[in-house]
């Protein structure tokens, strides 16, 4: 009998305590997950990685979040992007959602 799969999880976000609370948490239910620190950086991760999901952060030095979404739609991946993130303005999430995120959620946060 094949086993399945566990599903890929690419967390992204520059404070390295919740990238790392956010990971234990979901390899502790079972997924494969990877991090990454900022946006460039994830997007060479989730190239590699091919992750199912990836909990994506906005504010981060460089490249923001709503940027690597867009990278990654513009590129044809049809990833699950839930935005984790403190910008909670109605314009925020509307930005958010408009550049191919799934869902958007603010922090601080409830596991």
Same mark, same amino acid.
């Given at each position: %009998?094949?086993?399945?799969?566990?599903?890929k999880?690419? @967390?992204?976000?520059?404070e390295?305590? &919740? *990238?790392?609370?956010?990971?234990?948490?979901?390899?502790? @239910?079972?997924?494969?997950?990877?991090?990454?620190?900022?946006? *460039?950086e994830?997007? +060479?991760?989730?190239?590699?990685?091919?992750?199912?999901?990836?909990?994506?952060?906005? %504010?981060?030095?460089? %490249?923001?979040?709503?940027? @690597?979404?867009?990278?990654?739609?513009?590129?044809?991946?049809?990833?699950?992007?839930?935005?984790? +993130?403190?910008?909670?303005? +109605?314009?925020?999430? &509307?930005?958010?959602?408009?550049?191919?995120?799934?869902?958007? %959620?603010?922090?601080?946060?409830?596991?």
């Open positions: %009998m094949k086993q399945a799969q566990a599903q999880i690419l @967390v992204v976000d520059d390295r305590s &919740i *990238s790392d609370l956010i990971a234990t948490s979901l390899r502790f @239910v079972g997924f494969e997950v990877e991090t990454a620190a900022n946006g *460039s994830a997007l +060479t991760v989730a190239e590699a990685f091919r992750p199912d999901a990836v909990v994506l952060d906005v %504010m981060m030095p460089g %490249m923001d979040g709503f940027e @690597v979404c867009k990278k990654l739609r513009d590129d044809g991946q049809s990833i699950g992007v839930l935005f984790l +993130t403190a910008k909670d303005t +109605t314009e925020d999430k &509307i930005n958010g959602l408009t550049v191919g995120g799934d869902d958007y %959620m603010t922090k601080p946060f409830s596991l």
